[in-house]
């Protein structure tokens, strides 16, 4: 079975801290996404990337990072966090960008206070 | 822009119905259709996914059908359960290999 780990269910950070969401596959994926799900908004797409050290921006990148130094690993970084980056997490992986299906994580509920 | 609407928003059922769930995007320039079940507070789950050239998928008790040139999918649950209670979702893969997903229809199935 895939499977998709994300390193943190629930987080709580201030206002201004940098903030590390780690998300890890075990199928070796070369396609990994990381998406925010808001009420009302549905699942939105932040970054992806299709191969280690390359990424591409999504819908809604501000405010943003990633990197992907291993195959295997994406993280997502907020440089500076913000109450409005309150939000459901959510990665995923894929074998091929377009036919086969994306793998989700379990999400990190993110609150910014 | 690609836009997926799913309706009913919210659907309760007595346990045992069968029911269709409806999914319709705007763009069929599509790769694939995915049907995900998601729980409260949890990730996504995949069901079902239809590539572009095929036009229905079967898992169990899901069947899942694809109209590419009206734009239309749905979902259908034979004799359903209470343990089927969830948020189904459906997302459509674009030409630059994105999902754009559907808000979702929140389906309660009584006992």
Known sequence: ?113 | KQEVTQIPAALSVPEGENLVLNCSFTDSAIYNLQWFRQDPGKGLTSLLLIQSSQREQTSGRLNASLDKSSGRSTLYIAASQPGDSATYLCAVMDSSYKLIFGSGTRLLVRP
Request: net charge neutral; with cysteine; glycine share 6%.
């Open chain 1, 1 to 113: 079975d895939v499977k998709v780990t994300q390193s943190s269910r629930y987080l709580v950070k201030r206002t201004g801290e940098k903030v590390f969401l780690e998300c890890v596959q075990d199928m070796d994926h070369e396609n990994m996404f990381w998406y925010r799900q808001d009420p009302g908004l549905g699942l939105r797409l932040i970054y992806f990337s299709y191969d280690v050290k390359m990424k591409e921006k999504g819908d809604i990148p501000e405010g943003y990072s990633v990197s992907r130094e291993k195959k295997e690993r994406f993280s997502l970084i907020l440089e500076s966090a913000s109450t409005n980056q309150t939000s459901m997490y959510l990665c995923a992986s894929s074998f091929t960008p377009d036919s086969y299906e994306q793998y989700f994580g379990p999400g990190t509920r993110l609150t910014v206070t």
